[in-house]
């Protein structure tokens, strides 16, 4: 009896600790909660003001004039090449690179990957504006390439994928050698399928960070049809009064890409993030 | 075997050079993209520049001296390094109680772990514009429900801190996961028994668990502070540094002196400057390393 007791008081402080985290995780996303609902709200409701967080009406105007006012799929289609291809490229960089320090041998090879490593020590914003000149000298403002080149290369994404790529055993690229493999097949069809897990991670956390990257395309870009989606959202223009619900829809739409990679890969990319401290 | 080894000691030209080409892409990248400018901005901040960013002379620290008689930029500096004081603690603090409230595996885990995860999937500008709604001091929640009426990123008496909030809450998921996994790296026996001797659960917080993920936490607070001391993205968004240069930071300084004047006799002392002093943290964070982190186990 007293066992029963037990087991059924404990099951109650149980659900009650349950709800309660459950209410600390709801406060710590509230701020995504409340611009989703505030998007689908009527615009005399957000300009009513004070505490208004559920639509009395639900509305697909703000959506609509989010759209319409504002090019907003051009600046998503602008992200969306800019990160796309510069996260092929990056891993491709990236797996050659590792390759390199992970199963050839070179001078100075232990050296040669500390100046790799150093590279990290140098934040990308110290040579901000010195990559700004380079590219504008280079005639390559406003232009696509202009804004992905510089997320070409990450030192710490070699550094994963070197990780990674020592896990794979040597004698088994012995063995592929004797049968007549080149060095440059083993990567291709060999070595790259089997890492294929990490690759995947490299891409993925290499794609929400250049989709959310700021500083760098607004940097670069001065003409609105060339802006990126981060760039765009901060200098809509709607007219005054019906600003916010516009904004929060066009945030919203902006959010769900890297919020639905996010979701579906948490794993790997927390996984990835133990095993390189991925940035941006 | 015999065979191979002779065939290693007698590398072919091309064998020689493997290696180079795998290795030309990514350092030729990070040649002109990393080391070349961050030498550029180096030695160029002891030159003065024209408008174009041509050399024109050698100046010697005139450069320096000058935008450190800049009181725009002796506030930017003040600036970011309150913001850094407070947003690095907070935000590793408020990730270290949640993750210690989510060590313990639940039926309900995953929901509420991934809700304390989920700042990490925002992007700056969005969060942004989703906090300036918040604080927006005649229709956002903030002042509905507290009452106040606050102008939150008008006034210079508090913008800072609108910004530190949204730098903490941003920050708050990638801290959480790292933690998280840490404590759960944890022996479970330890903490079982350390509850058994009647520890409250601050008391195994703060003496038992915090220094045995101090190694975590001391990676974590390495790699804000870098990132805090370069913080500019908020404050060009939400206030372009204002109001009375309030939320100026160095970096946001350095991009205005570069963009809108292109004044690169302040831009480059600026990130020199702005380096030395995320070197210098991170010097005395190492420092604070050899006494505080304990990496015995």
């Given at each position: 009896?007293t066992?029963?007791?037990?087991?059924?008081?404990r099951?109650g402080?149980?659900i009650?600790?349950?709800?309660?985290y459950?209410?600390?995780?709801?406060?710590i996303?509230?701020?995504?909660?409340?611009?989703?609902?505030?998007?689908?709200?009527?615009?005399?409701q957000?300009?009513?003001?004070?505490?208004?967080?559920?639509p009395?009406?639900?509305?697909?105007?703000?959506?609509?004039t989010?759209?319409?006012?504002?090019?907003?799929?051009?600046?998503?289609?602008?992200?969306?090449?800019?990160a796309?291809?510069?996260?092929?490229?990056?891993?491709?960089?990236?797996?050659?690179?590792?390759?390199?320090?992970?199963?050839l041998d070179?001078?100075?090879?232990?050296?040669?990957?500390?100046?790799?490593?150093?590279?990290?020590?140098?934040?990308?914003?110290?040579?901000?504006v010195?990559n700004?000149?380079?590219?504008?000298?280079?005639?390559?403002?406003n232009?696509?390439l202009?804004?992905?080149i510089?997320?070409?290369?990450?030192?710490?994404?070699?550094?994963m994928?070197r990780?990674s790529?020592?896990t794979?055993?040597?004698?088994l690229?012995?063995?592929?050698?004797i049968?007549?493999?080149?060095?440059?097949?083993?990567?291709v069809r060999?070595?790259?399928?089997?890492?294929?897990?990490?690759?995947?991670t490299?891409?993925?956390?290499?794609f929400?960070?250049?989709?959310n990257?700021?500083?760098?395309?607004?940097?670069?870009?001065n003409?609105?049809e060339?802006?990126t989606?981060?760039v765009?959202v901060?200098m809509?223009n709607?007219?005054?009064?019906?600003?916010h619900?516009p904004?929060?829809?066009?945030?919203?739409?902006?959010?769900?890409?890297?919020l639905?990679?996010?979701?579906?890969?948490?794993?790997?990319?927390?996984?990835?993030?133990?095993?390189g401290?991925?940035?941006? | 075997m015999?065979?191979?080894k002779?065939l290693?000691?007698k590398?072919?030209?091309?064998?020689?050079?493997e290696p180079?080409?795998y290795l030309?892409?990514?350092?030729l990248?990070?040649?002109?993209?990393?080391?070349?400018?961050?030498l550029?901005?180096?030695?160029?901040?002891?030159?003065?520049?024209n408008?174009?960013?041509?050399?024109r002379e050698?100046?010697?620290?005139?450069?320096?001296?000058?935008?450190?008689?800049?009181?725009?930029?002796?506030?930017?500096?003040?600036?970011t390094?309150k913001?850094?004081?407070?947003?690095v603690?907070f935000?590793?603090?408020?990730?270290f109680?949640l993750a210690m409230?989510?060590s313990?595996?639940?039926?309900?885990?995953?929901?509420?772990?991934?809700?304390f995860?989920?700042?990490?999937?925002?992007?700056?500008?969005?969060s942004?514009?989703?906090?300036?709604?918040?604080f927006?001091?005649?229709?956002?929640?903030?002042n509905?429900?507290?009452?106040?009426?606050i102008?939150?990123?008008?006034?210079?008496?508090?913008?800072?801190w609108?910004?530190?909030?949204?730098?903490v809450?941003?920050?708050?998921?990638?801290?959480?996961?790292?933690?998280?996994?840490?404590?759960?790296?944890?022996?479970e026996?330890?903490?079982?028994s350390?509850?058994?001797?009647?520890?409250n659960?601050?008391?195994i917080?703060?003496?038992?668990?915090?220094p045995?993920?101090?190694?975590?936490?001391?990676f974590?607070?390495?790699n804000?502070?870098?990132?805090?001391?370069?913080?500019?993205?908020?404050?060009?968004?939400l206030?372009?540094?204002?109001p009375?240069?309030?939320?100026?930071?160095?970096?946001?300084?350095?991009?205005?002196?570069?963009?809108?004047?292109?004044?690169?006799?302040?831009?480059?002392?600026?990130?020199?400057?702005?380096?030395s002093?995320?070197?210098?943290?991170?010097?005395?964070?190492?420092?604070?390393?050899?006494?505080?982190v304990?990496y015995?186990?």
């Amino acid at each position: 009896m007293t066992y029963n007791k037990d087991r059924l008081r404990r099951g109650g402080t149980e659900i009650v600790i349950q709800g309660l985290y459950l209410m600390v995780g709801l406060m710590i996303a509230f701020p995504i909660i409340y611009a989703f609902f505030i998007s689908f709200m009527e615009p005399s409701q957000v300009l009513a003001g004070g505490i208004n967080v559920f639509p009395k009406k639900w509305t697909l105007e703000n959506y609509q004039t989010a759209l319409r006012s504002a090019p907003l799929m051009r600046f998503m289609w602008n992200s969306f090449v800019i990160a796309f291809i510069s996260s092929i490229v990056r891993i491709i960089v990236a797996a050659m690179a590792a390759f390199a320090f992970a199963f050839l041998d070179f001078p100075c090879k232990n050296l040669v990957f500390m100046v790799m490593l150093a590279s990290t020590m140098i934040p990308a914003d110290i040579v901000l504006v010195a990559n700004y000149r380079t590219v504008s000298q280079l005639g390559w403002i406003n232009t696509y390439l202009g804004m992905m080149i510089v997320f070409f290369v990450s030192a710490l994404n070699i550094f994963m994928l070197r990780q990674s790529f020592m896990t794979f055993s040597v004698s088994l690229k012995e063995a592929a050698h004797i049968d007549g493999c080149s060095n440059f097949k083993f990567f291709v069809r060999i070595l790259l399928p089997t890492n294929a897990s990490t690759l995947m991670t490299v891409f993925i956390t290499a794609f929400i960070g250049t989709w959310n990257t700021y500083l760098w395309p607004l940097m670069v870009t001065n003409r609105t049809e060339m802006r990126t989606v981060q760039v765009g959202v901060t200098m809509l223009n709607f007219s005054e009064g019906t600003v916010h619900g516009p904004i929060m829809a066009a945030s919203m739409i902006i959010l769900v890409p890297s919020l639905l990679l996010f979701l579906t890969f948490q794993k790997k990319i927390v996984a990835g993030m133990m095993a390189g401290g991925v940035k941006g | 075997m015999q065979k191979v080894k002779v065939l290693r000691k007698k590398k072919t030209l091309f064998q020689r050079v493997e290696p180079v080409l795998y290795l030309a892409p990514a350092f030729l990248l990070l040649s002109v993209f990393t080391y070349y400018p961050f030498l550029k901005t180096i030695i160029e901040s002891f030159f003065r520049l024209n408008s174009m960013g041509e050399v024109r002379e050698f100046v010697g620290f005139e450069n320096f001296v000058s935008v450190l008689h800049n009181a725009k930029f002796i506030q930017s500096i003040g600036n970011t390094l309150k913001f850094v004081v407070f947003s690095v603690p907070f935000s590793v603090g408020v990730a270290f109680i949640l993750a210690m409230i989510a060590s313990k595996k639940r039926t309900l885990s995953p929901v509420y772990e991934t809700f304390f995860s989920l700042p990490m999937a925002m992007s700056m500008s969005v969060s942004a514009m989703i906090f300036e709604l918040m604080f927006s001091p005649t229709l956002g929640i903030v002042n509905a429900v507290t009452g106040l009426d606050i102008k939150w990123l008008n006034d210079k008496n508090t913008a800072l801190w609108v910004i530190i909030i949204i730098q903490v809450w941003m920050n708050l998921g990638y801290n959480f996961l790292f933690i998280l996994s840490a404590i759960r790296g944890l022996s479970e026996d330890l903490l079982e028994s350390a509850n058994l001797e009647g520890a409250n659960a601050v008391q195994i917080a703060v003496r038992i668990v915090m220094p045995l993920i101090s190694p975590t936490l001391f990676f974590l607070i390495c790699n804000s502070l870098a990132k805090m001391i370069m913080m500019s993205g908020l404050s060009l968004v939400l206030t372009q540094g204002g109001p009375q240069g309030s939320t100026e930071t160095m970096i946001s300084f350095m991009y205005k002196q570069a963009t809108e004047n292109s004044n690169y006799n302040a831009a480059y002392p600026c990130a020199v400057i702005a380096f030395s002093v995320t070197m210098i943290a991170t010097l005395l964070t190492f420092v604070y390393e050899k006494k505080g982190v304990n990496y015995d186990l």
